[in-house]
């Protein structure tokens, strides 16, 4: 009979295991001799053995999960329930126990783990969600729709929560979205409706503005040209290509017209240099009435010589566009300087103000003899008191007499 530690083989050539409940006979080799027979099995053992030190350390380093933990622990005992293998048995069994408080504290933290991780997709999907509503009340027509699709790949990433839950965000997610997508058509859908009346308008405006690019009624087409450009804006966009090529027609037709006016203004100006030389010429003559006129105040003789300098100015003729301002404005300065003297003098002689202001002299001067009396007699009576009132009184009544016949001497 030859044995081990864990197993013999009896004279029979059964093979024998050990185990705590006493031995079980788990196979036979009868070709083979006891050595060679108890060594097979006990190879056998050795394989079991490794399989459960690898379940052992897969499930130890969270490799497999609580449930696939579970399923190979129960499929590994199930099959040292009856193993036909030489070693010790109950070792394995152990190693195998170990593993339950394992898998326990471990599907605990998985679970922990999980909802962990609904509450933050929850959470997440929530933020996604309120940012699709807020998109959809925007009119962000450009940017809007690009950042739902970006919101939409972080909705498909994120795990699903409990089903009411998850199924009230995700209705009010792609409400959101449908809700901008409707309104994004509709703005759209209405623009390209704008586009094409401002297409219409663009066109009639182009029309007019060519039938009036050869004319040479200058002031009034100018006019015109402005209304239709003013049309023009007021129209809006146009679908783009379209509107670039009417623009460039537009364009062109005012171009040719303001350049055409442009030239024979030129000409003009050219023609009347001449006559802006004869201006200037007139403008020292007109200039040099005014020192005299403040000097003599004769203002009939500066009225009589600017006469003379407004026809002779008249007779000149039209000047360049570029200095009918400046020739203009310094001659209606000497004008209005001529004018302002002309005033002057007549409120000064104003017979009726004249008149006023003798009458006021004549008054406060019998007024002022009246007082005067009045005081000579208070004070032969010696009334200090009414002295004193009639002195103050006096005094600015002179005061105003002065002023007065100041006033009337200016009317003289």
């Known amino acids: 009979m030859t044995t081990s530690d864990w197993g013999r083989v009896g004279d029979d ?57 579970v399923a190979s622990v129960k499929l590994v005992r199930d099959q040292l329930d009856d193993v036909h293998a030489v070693g010790d048995l109950a070792a394995l069994v152990r190693k195998l126990d170990e593993l339950g408080p394992v898998i326990a504290t471990q599907r605990d933290a998985r679970r922990a783990a999980k909802t962990q991780r609904i509450a933050e997709a929850k959470e997440q999907k929530e933020k996604l969600a309120a940012e ?14 690009n950042r739902l699709r970006e919101l939409l790949e972080q909705w498909k990433q994120l795990p699903r929560i409990d089903k009411a839950a998850d199924d009230e965000l995700w ?30 308008i663009k066109e009639r405006l ?7 690019a050869d004319s040479t009624d200058w002031g009034p087409t100018s006019g015109r040209y402005r209304d239709l450009m003013r049309d023009w804006k007021a129209a809006g966009p146009a679908p783009k290509a379209v509107d670039d090529a009417l623009w460039q027609r537009f364009r ?37 009435l005014l020192g005299p ?13 600017f006469r003379e300098l407004a026809d002779r100015w ?31 003098q007549w409120r000064k002689s104003d017979p009726e103000k004249s008149a006023r202001a003798d009458d006021m002299v004549s008054k406060l001067e019998a007024a002022i003899a009246e007082a005067e009396a009045k005081l ?21 009544r002179r005061a105003f007499l002065e002023m007065a016949r100041k006033a009337s001497a200016e009317y003289r």
């Open 13 to 69: 050539g059964t093979v024998y295991v050990k185990t705590a409940d006493g031995e079980r006979a788990v196979g036979q080799m009868p070709d083979a001799s006891p050595e060679e027979a108890l060594a097979f099995y006990t190879k056998r053992y050795e394989n079991l053995a490794l399989e459960v030190d690898l379940l052992h350390k897969r499930v130890l380093t969270g490799v497999l999960s609580p449930e696939e933990a």
């Open 132 to 145: 699709a509503e807020k998109i959809a009340s925007g009119r962000d027509w450009r940017n809007g729709a």
């Open 171 to 200: 209705r009010r997610f792609s409400s959101a979205r449908s809700a901008y997508t409707k309104a994004r058509k509709a703005h759209f859908a209405e623009q390209d409706e704008r586009r094409e009346a401002a297409r219409v």
């Open 206 to 212: 182009v029309v007019e503005a060519e039938a009036l």
């Open 252 to 288: 062109g037709a005012q171009d040719k017209f303001f350049g055409a006016r442009d030239a024979a203004n030129a000409a003009l100006d050219s023609e009347f240099a001449a006559n802006a030389e004869v201006k200037e010429g007139i403008l020292v003559e007109a200039e040099a």
């Open 293 to 305: 006129l403040a000097e003599s105040g004769d203002v009939g003789a500066a009225k009589a010589a």
């Open 314 to 344: 008249d007779e000149a003729g039209k000047v360049p566009r570029d200095r009918i301002k400046e020739l203009e404005g310094r001659m209606r300065a000497v004008e209005q300087a001529i004018r302002k003297a002309e005033d002057e």
């Open 376 to 396: 000579e007699a208070a004070r032969s009576r010696g009334d200090e008191k009414k002295v004193k009132e009639l002195e103050e009184n006096l005094e600015g």
